[in-house]
């Protein structure tokens, strides 16, 4: 009954996100918005119940519910505004708008609650709130961005993503930092292009699930895990730290292809400054990655010869390495493919 309960919420969520990428008109997406928040609660709740569970859900109702009547109030200005000729600045109304989108999204400055919101969900639960939650306030965003707001928005997120994962030994909020950072260059695409932050996003997508569901398939939530998971073989480790690599956008993998298009049409509108801050403070984000595969891998590793085909019995992983490999070779693979034709 439970599962069947999960289900319906699932597909309610899914719904809710349609309804707001379909609606013509901000009311319409409003509401897709309030479905897609209130289906989302009970798949918070699903499983283990813990005090972190509970805040979790808590903490994320509360932010989006705030976020969702400030959302309403400024629809209701518009049409004030529009309807009855008040004498008010557009621009602050946009600026309201997209505040409060970018509040639901979880984009610095306003991103004080996802990290916490991360911390006390499962593996499953953190990944749609990193990828599907996301899609439907980024394509409100999409269609009313202000650029000199937008500036200020993407430098910040940057700073936030880099600085914040550094001294952190959760990897979920490790990966909450990183969606922050990754979000920062989701909204440098949208400055001038629409479907690049949607190749981005899908890309993103990718390599966040591929990544989460090898966390999750060995159930592993903290750095010393991994120092200690001595079941873990060798090759899987490193798919694991690869894959790390890939999502922080080092080259040859297919997480470099995203930043490499983004940067490409930066070059082409002239935004020098803005890539080089942009470049610098992904770097430091590359930095954790690197510092924490290379001390893993290299430092702390052990290998009981008795226990190394253990995780290749569960039917999950063959899935799981498959992904892998296209996270890691997806660059090379997708130049082939652009020469041969």
């Known amino acids: 009954m439970k599962k069947i309960s999960n289900n319906i919420f699932f597909i309610m969520l899914i719904s809710g996100s349609l309804i707001t990428i379909s609606s013509n008109s901000w009311l319409g997406a409003w509401m897709g918005l309030e479905i897609n928040l209130l289906s989302f609660i009970p798949l918070m709740n699903e499983g283990k ?4 569970t509970s805040e979790s859900s808590l ?21 004030l505004f529009f309807n009855m000729n008040w004498m008010m600045k557009s621009n602050f109304n946009d600026l309201l708008i997209l505040s409060t989108l970018l509040l ?17 969900l499962s593996w499953i639960n953190g990944l749609i709130l990193m990828t599907w939650q996301k899609i439907a306030p980024l394509m409100l965003i999409s269609y009313n961005s202000n650029y000199s707001f937008f500036f200020i928005v993407i430098i910040l997120s940057m700073i936030v993503g880099a600085l914040g994962g550094l001294n ?13 950072n990754h979000l920062g260059w989701m ?3 949208m400055l001038n292009n629409e479907m690049l932050w949607m190749t981005y996003f899908m890309l993103y997508s990718f390599l ?3 990544i989460v569901l090898l966390f999750n398939n060995f159930k592993l939530f903290h750095f010393n895990q991994i120092f200690n998971f001595s079941m873990i073989n060798s ?5 694991m730290f690869l894959n790390l690599l890939s999502l922080g956008g080092l080259p040859p993998f297919l997480g470099f292809l995203p930043k490499w298009l983004v940067i490409q049409n930066l070059v082409e509108i002239n935004q020098t400054f803005l890539l080089f801050i942009s470049i610098c403070l992904t770097l430091i984000t590359l930095y954790y990655y690197l510092r924490m595969s290379y001390s893993i891998y290299m430092l702390n590793f052990n290998k009981n010869s008795w226990m190394l085909m253990n995780n290749f019995s569960n039917k999950n992983m063959t899935f799981i ?6 996270s890691i070779m997806g660059l090379m693979i997708i130049s082939l493919i652009y020469l041969i034709l």
């Open 49 to 52: 119940k813990n005090l972190m």
């Open 59 to 79: 903490k994320y109702f509360l932010t989006q519910a705030f976020a969702s009547s400030i959302l309403l109030f400024s629809i209701i200005l518009m049409m």
């Open 104 to 120: 639901k999204s979880g984009a610095a400055p306003f991103h004080f609650w996802f990290p916490g919101v991360m911390e006390g």
């Open 168 to 180: 952190q030994t959760s990897l979920r909020k490790l990966m909450a930092f990183s969606s922050i």
């Open 187 to 189: 909204l440098m695409a």
């Open 208 to 210: 966040s699930m591929s």
């Open 235 to 239: 090759s899987t480790k490193f798919f």
């Open 321 to 326: 390495l498959t992904m892998n490999f296209f």
